[in-house]
């Protein structure tokens, strides 16, 4: 298998970022109520995984053997026995009476008699799994989110870190996990409930947070390109800020705009912009 083969989840979640980044910096979309549709769906289960509808089965399938969920065919190649698996289910709240689960797999490949390292960064590798699972009927969880990937510094995501369920005036479901660059992008996911259904508040058709920008930019200065502006583990939009002309004059560009987000009606919107120095 290529490296290029292994990196085919990593791009799936760059793509992430920087559909939301490119969104900002166009101005002609932004974020927020990307379930809506012309036409009501008859299931409205129906698009909330990737287009379509998701797995849904009881906990214990979702926790089962990494093979199940090996998407990228890394683990397919590697012999029976020769790694180990550490799996971690965790509840990580409720929302309307309908459990939210993450399940963690940390799987470890060992040395085999003969073979080279293989790792990325020149040594055995780390793959890690995550997938996030809403409770539909009672014992019945979907699959929302599913992450799979090697880690470390030069591999597909640098590190996985844990879901969270926050209380941002109504629950909001957030992962956010680094990707390996200097661009500050994440593998991102955020989700509100709307009787039961999760809602992603984070596909581009949000046209105040653009306005909001713009709006809080000086004048003769723009948002510096190739970089994830969305922080989610703060719940803001923080961007470095730069000359639109090169030649232009510096001072008034050297800070960073800041736009503090909130929830309202099931849509991200900007409670607070300022600009000052980064």
């Given at each position: 298998?290529?490296?290029?083969?292994?990196?085919?989840?990593?791009?799936?979640?760059?793509?992430?970022?920087?559909?939301?980044?490119?969104?900002?910096?166009?101005?002609?979309?932004?974020?927020?109520?990307?379930?809506?549709?012309?036409?009501?769906q008859k299931d409205p289960w129906s698009v909330v995984y990737n287009g379509g509808p998701p797995p849904c089965h009881q906990l214990s399938y979702f926790s089962g053997p990494p093979l199940r969920f090996d998407r990228s065919r890394e683990l397919a190649k590697w012999k029976p026995g020769s790694y180990t698996v550490e799996t971690n289910v965790a509840l990580l709240g409720s929302s309307q009476r309908h459990r939210i689960y993450q399940v963690l797999q940390d799987i470890y490949l060992k040395p085999q008699a003969g073979e080279q390292e293989s790792g990325s960064c020149g040594d055995w590798p780390e793959i890690g799994m995550k997938r996030l699972l809403v409770e539909r009927r009672p014992n019945e969880f979907c699959m929302i989110f599913d992450e799979e990937g090697e880690l470390g510094p030069c591999s597909e995501i640098v590190r996985i870190e844990p879901a969270k369920l926050v209380n941002m005036g109504e629950p909001v479901l957030l992962t956010y996990d680094p990707l390996p660059g200097n661009?500050?992008?994440?593998?991102?996911?955020?989700?509100?409930?709307?009787?039961?259904?999760?809602?992603?508040?984070l596909s581009p058709t949000n046209e105040s947070i653009s306005r909001a920008l713009k709006e809080t930019l000086p004048p003769g200065c723009e948002l510096r390109r190739n970089r994830n502006i969305l922080d989610l583990e703060h719940f803001r939009i923080l961007a470095a800020v730069v000359p639109t002309d090169e030649s232009g004059d510096r001072s008034e560009c050297e800070g960073a705009v800041e736009l503090e987000l909130g929830i309202k009606n099931h849509k991200l919107v900007v409670e607070h912009g300022e600009y000052g120095p980064q």
């Amino acid at each position: 298998m290529t490296r290029l083969q292994r990196c085919g989840q990593s791009i799936r979640a760059r793509l992430v970022s920087v559909l939301v980044v490119t969104a900002f910096l166009g101005g002609s979309a932004t974020l927020g109520g990307g379930q809506a549709q012309e036409k009501p769906q008859k299931d409205p289960w129906s698009v909330v995984y990737n287009g379509g509808p998701p797995p849904c089965h009881q906990l214990s399938y979702f926790s089962g053997p990494p093979l199940r969920f090996d998407r990228s065919r890394e683990l397919a190649k590697w012999k029976p026995g020769s790694y180990t698996v550490e799996t971690n289910v965790a509840l990580l709240g409720s929302s309307q009476r309908h459990r939210i689960y993450q399940v963690l797999q940390d799987i470890y490949l060992k040395p085999q008699a003969g073979e080279q390292e293989s790792g990325s960064c020149g040594d055995w590798p780390e793959i890690g799994m995550k997938r996030l699972l809403v409770e539909r009927r009672p014992n019945e969880f979907c699959m929302i989110f599913d992450e799979e990937g090697e880690l470390g510094p030069c591999s597909e995501i640098v590190r996985i870190e844990p879901a969270k369920l926050v209380n941002m005036g109504e629950p909001v479901l957030l992962t956010y996990d680094p990707l390996p660059g200097n661009g500050g992008y994440t593998d991102d996911g955020a989700w509100v409930f709307d009787h039961g259904v999760p809602v992603s508040i984070l596909s581009p058709t949000n046209e105040s947070i653009s306005r909001a920008l713009k709006e809080t930019l000086p004048p003769g200065c723009e948002l510096r390109r190739n970089r994830n502006i969305l922080d989610l583990e703060h719940f803001r939009i923080l961007a470095a800020v730069v000359p639109t002309d090169e030649s232009g004059d510096r001072s008034e560009c050297e800070g960073a705009v800041e736009l503090e987000l909130g929830i309202k009606n099931h849509k991200l919107v900007v409670e607070h912009g300022e600009y000052g120095p980064q």
